[in-house]
């Protein structure tokens, strides 16, 4: 499956939000080895975390297919992906 790069931009930032899910669940919960957590709390958490890994592991792979595609590295093409966040875009790394 093709991608393009406004696709990636989006698996990022979808990961990214999940991520941050995961982060503020973890801080607002406590350490679960530390805070006894409800069943309803673990339940939630490990959703989250099971949603930011899925995530995580098809942007991966998006990315690597989109750099292959693209004759790029990846590491090229990540770094584009960041940069169009950080910038607030979506486009092309050449622009709109």
């Known amino acids: 499956m093709a991608h393009t790069f406004e696709e990636l931009v989006a698996k990022q930032r979808a990961a990214n939000e999940a991520h941050a899910r995961v982060v503020q669940m973890r801080e607002a919960l406590g350490a679960p080895a530390h805070e006894r957590w409800t069943g309803a709390q673990t339940e ?41 966040i950080q910038e607030g875009g979506g486009s092309g790394p050449e622009g709109p």
């Not at 958490?45 to 004759?71: C, H, I, P």
Request: aromatic fraction near 10%; charge should be negative; charged fraction near 40%.
């Open 44 to 84: 939630t958490y490990e959703t989250a975390w099971r949603a930011w890994r899925d995530l995580a592991r098809d942007l991966q792979a998006a990315l690597n297919e989109y750099a292959s595609d693209e004759g790029r590295s990846r590491a090229d093409v990540e770094a584009d992906v960041e940069r169009a």
